[in-house]
T-cell receptor, first 111, second 113 residues
Framework: DAKTTQPNSMESNEEEPVHLPCNHS???????IHWYRQLPSQGPEYVIH???SNVNNRMASLAIAEDRKSSTLILHRATLRDAAVYYC????????????FGAGTILRVKS | DAGVIQSPRHEVTEMGQEVTLRCKPI?????LFWYRQTMMRGLELLIY????????DSGMPEDRFSAKMPNASFSTLKIQPSEPRDSAVYFC???????????FGDGTRLSIL
């Protein structure tokens, strides 16, 4: 499985945008970039995914670098409820439908 | 819509006892996954099924662990005999085909004394 690198932790102020980076320099052409988050005492929750183009949904935006070696999850206005561990995961459809979780980024949101 | 339902939410039992964790996936999802989460090892995939057939069980730690999916709406993860090092939160997830997202249950917090 291709690896991703994320900062251990980040801090944000409430109501401000948050940019969570992810490096994946060994990404293959068939790897999808997935983001999940895990709130305290809950199971992981899907946030967004993309392949080559930037993606938007009601939760967040995903900006993918042109060479696909990095991506950024953007929370447009952080709330206290967004405090969680955010996981950036590569999924290759050729190698099965599984998620390989790394350590993720702990996001703290200050009021 | 009902999400993935796991039971029990908490289980405390003594070493050596058999433990059975249960999962009901989202209706229509043909993939089912079992994960384990510990502080030391993070979230690990144990096994996953497609159309009730085990596809990849390379994450199952040892023979004490077994998982079954007798039909499309039910799966079990069994530990026999249980050991203290099996204490963890066990998550079940389900999904449609790739690259659709996985939907996780709330987990079962297992403590083996």
């Amino acid at each position: 499985d291709a690896k991703t690198t994320q900062p251990n932790s980040m801090e944000s102020n409430e109501e401000e945008p948050v940019h969570l980076p992810c490096n994946h320099s060994t990404i293959s052409g068939t790897d999808y970039i997935h983001w999940y988050r895990q709130l305290p005492s809950q199971g992981p929750e899907y946030v967004i995914h993309g392949l080559t183009s930037n993606v938007n949904n009601r939760m967040a935006s995903l900006a993918i670098a042109e060479d696909r070696k990095s991506s950024t999850l953007i929370l447009h206005r952080a709330t206290l409820r967004d405090a969680a561990v955010y996981y950036c995961i590569l999924r290759d459809v050729q190698y099965g439908n599984k998620l390989v979780f790394g350590a993720g980024t702990i996001l703290r949101v200050k009021s | 819509d009902a999400g993935v339902i796991q039971s029990p939410r908490h289980e405390v039992t003594e070493m050596g006892q058999e433990v059975t964790l249960r999962c009901k996936p989202i209706s229509g999802h043909d993939y089912l996954f079992w994960y384990r989460q510990t502080m030391m090892r993070g979230l690990e995939l144990l096994i996953y099924f497609n159309n009730n057939v085990p596809i990849d069980d390379s994450g199952m730690p040892e023979d004490r662990f077994s998982a079954k999916m007798p039909n499309a709406s039910f799966s079990t993860l069994k530990i026999q005999p249980s050991e203290p090092r099996d204490s963890a939160v066990y998550f079940c997830a389900s999904s449609l085909a790739l690259p659709q997202p996985q939907h996780f249950g709330d987990g079962t917090r297992l403590s083996i004394l």
